[in-house]
């Protein structure tokens, strides 16, 4: 049983900036494609940002260039640095497998941007 632990949300005001990170346990997370997924109109989650195995990544148009998103297997964590943050960033944030979610979802953590 995989479990996945998200922390590092909380308030910031536009601009701001924040590091989310989401902590595997029960399985390795090398050899899997990890993403972060955030709440959707007209969809469960999308993708916020997918880093594969091989260290290439991709991003939701919305957070091209704002967002980071990087691993260490090591420490069998995923991290998510957001920066310029936006008030329609506002959303919980929950990390998991991609292209295909594998394993139960987290609680997620809360990030709220607003002045």
């Known amino acids: 049983q995989v479990q996945l632990v998200e922390s590092g949300g909380g308030l910031v005001q536009p601009g701001g900036s924040l590091r989310l990170s989401c902590v595997a346990s029960g399985r390795a997370i090398g050899p899997y ?4 997924y955030r ?3 007209g969809q469960q989650r999308e993708l916020v940002a997918g880093i ?4 290439s990544t991709n991003y939701a148009d919305a ?3 704002r967002f980071t998103i990087s ?3 090591a420490k ?3 991290y998510l640095q957001m920066n310029s943050l936006k008030p329609e960033d506002t959303a919980v ?3 998991n497998t991609f292209p295909n979610v ?4 987290g609680q997620g953590t809360q990030v709220t941007v607003s002045s």
């Open 102 to 105: 594998r394993w139960n979802w």
């Open 71 to 73: 691993r260490d297997n």
């Open 93 to 95: 944030y929950l990390c």
């Open 76 to 78: 069998n964590t995923v």
């Open 39 to 41: 709440p959707a109109p």
């Open 63 to 65: 957070v091209k260039g």
């Open 52 to 55: 594969r195995n091989d260290g």
């Open 33 to 36: 494609a990890m993403a972060w």
